[in-house]
């Protein structure tokens, strides 16, 4: 089977809205040391490698919303397309206490190889889809994980990020804080901008309706739990953008 560094699914639908998933998938492409990072499955099933549920989410939202959906298929430790082309966390070599053999001497040349081959590719499709039309609203899945190493638990089950554009993230906000049965982290787990994200990059430098949604992926581990997710989300997205008007 031919390798391909990205997915679109529902290329043909037509509303406002586009759903990616930039870490949907622990792929390692087949000329990544073999197709292999050196780390064991266990490692490579956690949320270093990729965000799980993330991919089964977006599709449900891309379903719900007529929306399409990009998805990147290579590990965020392959080369992380959520970060900038010169951000030195681009290509990690050692992530929650985890080193990653074969990025342990990735030097600059093959950097530029797995941004070519995989980075470049993927966000390419994004930005062709997010051109397609001028009022497209962008809407970044991700998922964490419940406790890093070392750390306490984290409490929220949902959190919406965003950066210098407010206009759709804090009313998103506030109309999650009215479900009862859901804490709701602003700006959390992580901090909503980063200079040259995906969101930076195809939403907020071109002006474009955003936000980014993180779900707990303990969660979401069913294929059920990730469509019910969706289902809760979709209607919301869609309330909110009809009641600011963007």
């Not at 998933?21 to 490579?44: C, F, I, Q, R, Y």
């Not at 979709?234 to 008007?245: D, F, G, H, Q, R």
Request: aromatic share 6%; hydrophobic share 40%.
């Amino acid at each position: 089977m031919t390798y391909h560094p990205f997915h679109i699914i529902g290329v043909a639908r037509r509303s406002r809205w586009l759903i990616t998933a930039d870490h949907a998938t622990n792929t390692v492409p087949p000329d990544v040391n073999g197709g292999d990072l050196g780390l064991p499955p266990e490692d490579m099933d956690r949320h270093i490698a990729w965000d799980p549920g993330a991919a089964g989410i977006a599709i449900g939202l891309g379903e719900l919303l007529d929306a399409p959906v990009v998805m990147s298929n290579f590990s965020r430790l392959v080369i992380d397309p959520n970060r900038g082309e010169d951000d030195p966390t681009l290509v990690m070599k050692l992530y929650d206490g985890t080193i990653v053999p074969a990025n342990r001497h990735v030097d600059a040349a093959e950097t530029a190889r797995r941004l070519n081959a995989y980075y470049r590719p993927y966000h390419d499709a994004v930005a062709r889809l997010a051109a397609r039309q001028d009022d497209t609203v962008y809407v970044a899945v991700h998922t964490f994980t419940r406790q890093l190493r070392g750390r306490d638990p984290r409490p929220w089950h949902i959190g919406v990020l965003y950066g210098r554009d407010t206009r759709f993230a804090l009313p998103l906000i506030r109309r999650l804080r009215d479900e009862p049965d859901l804490c709701v982290g602003e700006n959390e787990p992580y901090g909503g901008h980063l200079e040259g994200d995906s969101v930076d990059r195809h939403a907020i430098k071109p002006g474009r309706v955003n936000v980014l949604i993180e779900v707990r992926n303990d969660l979401i581990r069913t294929d059920r739990q990730q469509r019910d997710w969706a289902e809760r989300l979709a209607p919301i997205l869609e309330e909110v953008l009809v009641s600011t008007a963007l």
